[in-house]
């Protein structure tokens, strides 16, 4: 059984909601780990789990890394997460997300939701004729269309800071870059990497999201799975699939030396990254580099401008680098730093905003 309510202050989430319409086949759970720097905000995953405990402990999980990766990313929002439990490709229908959209609607603001896997900015159009509360939505809605593209190039930024820290130089040209993973986001890293100069090998469970890039790239090498990528001759491994990809026995197997990608909660558990830094491999936090998209679904509550938004997300380099410099001189792993970082701005600006505004 998932601990709702958590074992410690920082797994404790301040609201979980289930919600389910039978006639249009919505189970749904949304997550909201906390408020201090202002109402949540975070996608909405459409994902066929195996049970509720598992959509329930993935919801959990997603939710308390948003509030970091809000915090990092200088957003005044905290962290929330939704998954609505089914095959999206069978079972999504506008009956459906109406229904969720009813749902986030009656949180009154406390959650604001906008794409994830198995949702795009035409499921939130839908779900908005039923609630302000959402973002990601289409252009033609006054929205900033894909997230998925500050995602990458977030990543990117994130992964020149590796570089710079691991080789001395921003550049990646001439490296080679494992993405396991070429939806989304993984496809369009690969278009940054190959600009730079990266040589690139990749990997996908589709076999139509490998084609897609390799009609754009000829030129990147192609390997069957992931056992097998984290295994080959890499010099960055960036995971862009979904969560867990390093565990105790791909960690050991691991010949990168930095570890940077899209992927939410990459590490299996918190010792992967102790093992990873053993071995003497760079892991850049995921909350910190793949906050590119909340990033540029957030800049539409000001009117989105994706100038705005991309100067923004050219700051996660910078972020990168700072996280890396504080695990340094404190002599912690990066994920220890960065969460100290986010843990300080969560405290900090959650203090001043008790100050009493008479209202």
Not at 59 to 73: C, E, H, P, S
Not at 185 to 199: I, Y
Not at 206 to 212: G, L, S
Not at 286 to 301: K, M, R, T
């Amino acid at each position: 059984m998932t601990d709702v309510f958590g074992s410690s202050h920082k797994d404790v989430h301040e609201q979980v909601v289930f919600c389910a319409d039978e006639q249009s086949g919505l189970r749904a759970i949304i997550a909201i780990h906390n408020t201090a720097l202002g109402p949540a905000l975070g996608g909405t995953r459409f994902y066929p789990y195996a049970g509720e405990q598992a959509a329930l402990a993935d919801v959990l999980n997603l939710a308390k890394g948003m509030a970091y990766k809000n915090a990092l990313a200088g957003l005044d929002h905290g962290g929330g997460k939704a998954v609505i439990i089914g095959d999206p490709r069978r079972d999504k229908s506008e009956a459906l997300l109406r229904a969720y959209g009813r749902f986030v609607e009656s949180l009154g603001g406390r959650y604001i939701t906008a794409c994830d896997v198995g949702t795009f900015s035409e499921d939130m159009d839908v779900i908005a004729r039923e609630s302000r509360y959402v973002i990601g939505r289409t252009p033609a809605h006054g929205g900033a269309g894909d997230s998925s593209i500050l995602t990458a190039f977030g990543v990117y930024q994130g992964m020149r800071a590796s570089a710079e820290r691991v080789y001395g130089s921003p550049s990646l040209r001439g490296k080679r870059v494992g993405v396991e993973g070429v939806g989304k986001v993984g496809h369009r890293l690969v278009d940054l990497l190959r600009e730079d100069g990266a040589d690139v090998v990749l990997c996908d469970v589709d076999p139509k999201a490998v084609e897609r890039v390799r009609q754009r790239h000829p030129e990147v090498d192609v390997v069957g799975d992931a056992v097998t990528l984290t295994g080959a001759d890499i010099d960055v491994f960036a995971p862009c699939a979904l969560g867990g990809a390093l565990d105790d026995h791909s960690a050991a197997r691991l010949r990168a030396k930095i570890v940077c990608g899209a992927a939410n909660n990459q590490l299996a558990h918190p010792g992967v990254e102790k093992q990873l830094a053993e071995r003497g491999i760079l892991y850049a936090p995921d909350y910190v580099v793949n906050s590119g998209g909340v990033i540029q679904v957030a800049d539409e509550l000001e009117g989105f401008n994706m100038e705005r938004a991309r100067a923004k997300a050219t700051q996660i380099y910078d972020t990168t680098l700072k996280i890396f410099g504080i695990a340094a001189d404190e002599g912690v792993p990066p994920a220890v730093a960065a969460d100290r970082l986010a843990e300080r701005r969560m405290s900090e600006v959650g203090r001043i905003r008790g100050i009493w505004l008479g209202r």
